[in-house]
């Protein structure tokens, strides 16, 4: 157990389905990220967030927003997604913005019919 | 473009022998760190090495970092089944005062018994 836990652990939904992932870290850590995992490509960073405030937004299209109510919480939410958006989406903190160790939630593998 | 690129991007040994994966990267760096993934999971961090350090040692996991090349190497010894999963590598980079990792695609390990 890495102290990051991401909700739910699967999901399939349509392309017209709205749904939210949820991230929670129990770390005290005060920067977050929400990383995509395909297959055969890098994991690319999305959004990063740093006590609270988006300090990164890795050009992500809409259908995609997250939200940081707090440091130990992170929600990605979904829209109206295409079957490219399937992959694992792996939340991650970090102490804070600055290069440091990142603890990696589980994942979410995401399946878009 | 992408900045650790892991060689080779697969490896397959016997249980008992030396793992060595590689890592290039293009652009200057504060440290490098290496990660591990089991299938479908998240991220373990493994160790971080700084960029005014050479060498670092932790179990049996010995990471090199050749500052002038651009390169980084892990060397896993007396591998064990349990060590099968994927391994990547993460370079920092600043934006500012704002830090990201970018990783590469990782190489997969297969250790048979």
């Known amino acids: 157990e890495t102290g990051v836990t991401q909700t739910p652990r699967h999901l399939v939904m349509g392309m017209t389905n709205k749904k939210s992932l949820k991230c929670e870290q129990h770390l005290g850590h005060n920067a977050m990220y929400w990383y995509k995992q395909s297959a055969k490509k890098p994991l690319e960073l999305m959004f990063v967030y740093n006590f609270k405030e988006q300090t990164e937004n890795n050009s992500v299209p809409s259908r995609f927003s997250p939200e940081c109510p707090n440091s130990s919480h992170l929600f990605l939410h979904l829209h109206t997604l295409q079957p490219e958006d399937s992959a694992l989406y792996l939340c991650?903190?970090?102490?804070?913005?600055?290069?440091?160790?990142?603890?990696f939630g589980p994942g979410t593998r995401l399946l878009v019919l | 473009s992408q900045q650790g690129e892991e060689d080779p991007q697969a490896l397959s040994i016997q249980e008992g022998e030396n793992a060595t994966m590689n890592c290039s990267y293009k652009?200057?760096?504060?440290?490098l760190q290496w990660y591990r993934q089991n299938s479908g999971r998240g991220l373990v961090h493994l160790i971080l090495i700084r960029s005014n350090e050479r060498e670092k040692h932790s179990g049996r996991l010995r990471v090199t970092l050749d500052t002038s090349k651009k390169s980084s190497s892990l060397l896993i010894t007396a591998s064990r089944a349990a060590d099968t999963a994927s391994y990547f590598c993460a370079t920092d980079s600043s934006g500012g005062s704002n830090y990201k990792l970018t990783f590469g695609k990782g190489t997969l390990l297969t250790v048979n018994p």
């Open positions: 991650a903190s970090s102490h804070t913005q600055r290069g440091e160790t990142q603890y």
């Open positions: 652009t200057s760096i504060n440290n």
